[in-house]
């Protein structure tokens, strides 16, 4: 075997990763307008994100990546002089 060939590396067009979700019922699909209530892979406060079981990763600032690498931007609160009170 020569050098060239040894260093071949081998890509895939896609990841195909196994269904994280082993939960009775399971927990909503990252499509799901619930999907944030998955449950936690895994939590790390000190870094502001959070995995949960469909694949998405949630963000300290309420954005959200999901699997397939679109992106939720982070809700943010209307300020004060956005808000309507009733009467």
Do not use: Y
């Not at 050098?3 to 927990?27: D, G, L, V, Y």
């Not at 892979?41 to 309420?62: I, R």
């Amino acid at each position: 075997m020569n050098a060239a060939t040894s260093r071949r590396t081998f890509t895939t067009p896609q990841r195909k990763n196994p269904a994280m979700c082993q939960h009775q019922p399971p927990c909503p699909s990252a499509d799901s307008a619930d999907r944030e209530a998955a449950h936690l892979v895994a939590h790390h406060p000190e870094q502001g994100w959070s995995l949960l079981c469909n694949g998405v990763l949630l963000f300290e600032d309420t954005g959200e990546l999901l699997p397939d690498g679109r992106v939720i931007a982070p809700c943010r609160p209307l300020g004060s002089e956005h808000v309507v009170t009733a009467a």
